[in-house]
């Protein structure tokens, strides 16, 4: 799983409205700042989890799957376990005829579910964060990756 500075780039700077898939409103969990950096960048941030559904995180509501998400979604962000990718992947194809990518995060990779994916033209990423890559491309990467705000060793 190779990727080109230039592939990612060219997703990072083309996406505007990203569903992210299993979103926790724990703001100590990767899933919660990383939607919230994204949200800081600039892109529409829909949050999915079924467990969560019609609350309000980052000014959105939290929507159950993705059928449930009416607007028009350039990527698809999934913070679940690679068993858990096929349905993720299927449904997102289903409900969004225009998606540009499947981005799947670090320690997830399903390549079955990538290979459909790819197969209807859309890019996929596995193994990988959006915020860390966008931060890495863009000169902000501070060490570790993580520069939130969230999580502090400061008093």
Not at 9 to 37: E, F, L
Request: glycine share 8%; aromatic share 8%.
């Amino acid at each position: 799983m190779m990727y080109t500075d230039r592939f990612l780039k060219n997703i990072v700077t083309r996406t505007r409205v990203i569903a992210v898939v299993g979103v926790s409103m724990n703001p100590a969990r990767p899933s919660y700042y990383v939607a919230r950096y994204l949200g800081l960048k600039g892109y529409t941030v829909i949050p999915v989890n079924p467990v969560h559904a019609g609350e309000r995180l980052f000014g959105q509501i939290v929507r159950a799957s993705l059928r449930d998400v009416s607007e028009s979604v350039d990527m698809v962000d999934i913070f679940r376990r690679s068993d858990a990718v096929p349905p993720i992947v299927d449904e997102a194809l289903e409900a969004f005829p225009a998606l540009g990518t499947i981005w799947m995060q670090i320690g997830v990779v399903n390549q079955a579910a990538a290979e459909r994916a790819e197969a209807r033209g859309v890019d996929v990423v596995m193994n990988r964060c959006p915020k860390i890559e966008y931060q890495r491309l863009f000169g902000e990467l501070r060490m570790g990756g993580f520069a939130t705000g969230v999580i502090s060793s400061k008093l």
